[in-house]
């Protein structure tokens, strides 16, 4: 099974918002409310951000949210701040034959 | 404070094997399912294997079924991943990922993220 879509590169200024697409197929992203976010700094374990689409875990900022609307699910950083610079990856359970799949990562850059 | 620490990733050429380690800390191990994600360099993540608490379910990726062997030892606490029959597209940093498991009722549970990960051992498949 292919790997999650997101774009390669998204970019904002500081304080701005962005939001950062990741589209499966009726297999993964639009079966399971299983889609996690991570985020990974340069030469850095992946860390994650979100859990079951919208869920934060303990110590990860609130200008972090998640959605999803039927096979996309997105990531959305608000009130950008130089530390976002990292890449970005969604994650989806895409069932009992595929297991996890990933997106190919996103690279946010803050201007 | 959850802690896990890959080692024996090297140089290694085609067709040969190598065994990776993860020891972890912090948590109850025994009851925690685990995985490996690889990441080639400069790509995106890839997963690789998951096994089950107690080690008597596996799960792969057809990437690595079959060259790829997931294993726990919980009396030290420690995951493995034997890699054989390994090829140039296998070169990679493997993470290793304790998974995070939601119960809604005392028999239906499942996995809903990877937290946390470990900070990878460099594993390149070259002649």
């Known amino acids: 099974q292919s790997a999650l879509t997101q774009p390669a590169s998204v970019s904002g200024s500081p304080g701005q918002s962005i939001t950062i697409s990741c589209t499966g197929t009726?297999?993964?992203?639009?079966?399971?409310?299983?889609v996690s976010w991570y985020q990974q700094h340069p030469d850095k374990a992946p860390k994650l951000l979100i859990y079951?689409?919208?869920k934060r875990p303990s110590g990860v900022s609130n200008r972090f949210s998640g959605s999803k609307s039927g096979k996309t699910a997105s990531l959305t950083i608000s009130g950008l701040q130089a530390e976002d610079e990292a890449h970005y990856y969604c994650?989806?359970?895409?069932?009992?034959?595929?297991?996890?799949?990933f997106g190919g990562g996103t690279k946010l850059t803050v201007l | 404070e959850v802690q896990l620490l890959e080692s024996g990733g090297g140089l290694v050429q085609p067709g040969g094997s190598l065994r990776l380690s993860c020891a972890a800390s912090?948590?109850?191990?025994?009851?925690?399912?685990m995985s490996w994600v690889r990441q080639a360099p400069g790509k995106g993540l890839e997963w690789v294997s998951a096994?089950?608490?107690?080690?008597?379910?596996?799960y792969y990726a057809d990437s690595v079924k079959g060259r790829f062997t997931i294993s726990r030892d919980n009396s030290k606490n420690t995951l493995y991943l034997q890699l054989n029959s390994l090829r140039a597209e296998d070169t990679a940093v493997y993470y290793c990922?304790?998974?995070?498991?939601?119960?809604?009722?005392?028999?239906?549970?499942?996995?809903?993220?990877?937290?946390?990960w470990g900070q990878g051992t460099l594993v390149t498949v070259s002649s």
């Open positions: 990922a304790k998974e995070s498991i939601i119960c809604s009722s005392s028999t239906s549970c499942y996995t809903s993220a990877f937290d946390p």
């Open positions: 009726s297999s993964d992203v639009g079966s399971y409310n299983l």
């Open positions: 912090g948590f109850t191990f025994s009851s925690s399912a």
């Open positions: 096994i089950s608490g107690g080690g008597d379910r596996t």
């Open positions: 994650c989806s359970y895409a069932g009992s034959s595929s297991h996890w799949l």
């Open positions: 079951e689409g919208s």
